[in-house]
């Protein structure tokens, strides 16, 4: 093995199953884990308990002035992020965080914090990372890279299952016109869009169980 830490890239678009696998896959080889994701989702959050949300704005300059006094920790032995020193939990996955998220991810400035944040990241021998542009922007050289896709139906019935494990009730067709909106943001922002890194392994993962998408995974590794 190399003297610099191993990292495995995976990308794709929400609920294409990139966290269960990234984490998997990390607890498989006894890697570090990252989801860019809930970076983004922990800014908005703050945003929105800081009130930076106005009805059809956002007030920037408070934003930019919090994140410049703001950081991100992993505990590269339990795996947790903290940002400001509080761990990240499950309010981040709300239906009113999913709503807004996308509109922070495409800020300019947020982009370049976050990238800075998950390069100045301590981690110890591998690192398994999950986002919209890991492969193409955050680690451009990663070792191994995975693009995650699936049908929009696979992917509005995983968030709904998800969902209605957390008794949350939300209807089909809302999850539907979020998931769309999301993809259309994604791709079409114009700093780090959603697209599929060059020499990466694309996978379908609509009729694939975890466990078969886990072994394509690992069979790439050896």
Do not use: C
């Not at 981040?92 to 807004?100: A, D, L, N």
């Not at 991810?105 to 976050?114: L, Y």
């Not at 070792?143 to 998800?162: G, L, M, P, Q």
């Not at 993809?183 to 959603?194: A, E, G």
């Amino acid at each position: 093995m190399s003297s610099k830490p191993i990292v495995i890239s995976i990308d794709g678009f929400a609920s294409t199953g990139k966290s269960t696998l990234a984490k998997k896959i990390s607890n498989h080889l006894e890697y570090n884990y990252v989801d860019t994701g809930s970076i983004y989702r922990a800014i908005t959050l703050f945003s929105i308990n800081n009130g930076f949300f106005e009805p059809d704005s956002i007030k920037l300059n408070l934003l930019k002035e919090a994140l410049n006094e703001s950081s991100f920790v992993l505990n590269s032995n339990s795996n947790e992020l903290y940002f400001n020193d509080n761990k990240l939990d499950e309010e981040i996955r709300s239906h009113s965080v999913s709503e807004k998220v996308s509109v922070i991810a495409k800020i300019p400035f947020v982009r370049s914090f976050v990238l800075n944040q998950l390069r100045l990241l301590k981690i110890s021998k591998g690192l398994v990372i999950e986002g919209r542009d890991i492969g193409t922007v955050v680690f451009p050289n990663a070792n191994y890279k995975f693009f995650f896709n699936a049908s929009i139906d696979t992917r509005v019935d995983r968030r709904w299952n998800e969902m209605i494990k957390k008794n949350i009730k939300i209807s089909k067709t809302k999850i539907k016109e979020n998931i769309i909106s999301r993809d259309k943001t994604d791709k079409n922002r114009k700093i780090s869009p959603l697209i599929v890194p060059k020499d990466s392994i694309q996978i379908d993962t609509s009729n694939l169980t975890i466990e078969e998408v886990f072994d394509i995974i690992i069979n790439h590794l050896k």
